[in-house]
């Protein structure tokens, strides 16, 4: 089976300027997640979708950070306008419902943000 | 909130056994995981282990869980040069949110030959 697609694997823009993130996850994938990982540290939840409605967004800064999965598939995350601070790896994931033990989350290889 | 908590670094030689260390402060009912994240890759799952378990084993693999101490051990047998990544500790509460992952810093294991 495919694994979680993002793209794209490295973006670096300035601060104050906007970006957005793409991610594909398996085929039939209910659950969708967005993590940000920065360097040094473990992966922080962001927002988790549940097909096209948003479960938990409670640690996602919404004055900047906005994200979406319009037909419960694919799903973007932006940024806007990007701080110094959001320089991380945007790691996207999935699995088949809500998530357990027997249905564990499939990373994808992430998108290196760098806002210089 | 959930915190959890991991050493940065170790180091063995190829054929050592590893075991790497990670304390969580979450109460009773939960999961604990282990990710392993290569180099410019995302994470994969490793194993996990409910908290009313004492022990799981699969392979190379030993997990063992001291539930009074919250401590959690991922122990490698027989480690090889591919172990080498950064392998990292997760705990989730068993209701709500489904799998709502709490990570720790992350444990650097480099294997030197």
Known sequence: ?116 | GEDVEQSLFLSVREGDSSVINCTYTDSSSTYLYWYKQEPGAGLQLLTYIFSNMDMKQDQRLTVLLNKKDKHLSLRIADTQTGDSAIYFCAESPVTGGGNKLTFGTGTQLKVEL
Request: hydrophobic share 35%.
């Open chain 1, 1 to 116: 089976e495919a694994g979680v697609a993002q793209s794209p694997r490295y973006k670096i823009i300035e601060k104050r300027q906007s970006v957005a993130f793409w991610c594909n996850p398996i085929s039939g994938h209910a659950t969708l997640y967005w993590y940000q990982q920065i360097l040094g540290q473990g992966p922080k939840l962001l927002i988790q979708f549940q097909n096209n409605g948003v479960v938990d967004d409670s640690q996602l800064p919404k004055d900047r950070f906005s994200a979406e999965r319009l037909k419960g598939v694919d799903s973007t995350l932006k940024i806007q306008p990007a701080k110094l601070e959001d320089s991380a790896v945007y790691l996207c994931a999935s699995s088949p419902d809500r998530g357990t033990v027997n249905s564990p989350l499939h990373f994808g290889n992430g998108t290196r943000l760098t806002v210089t």
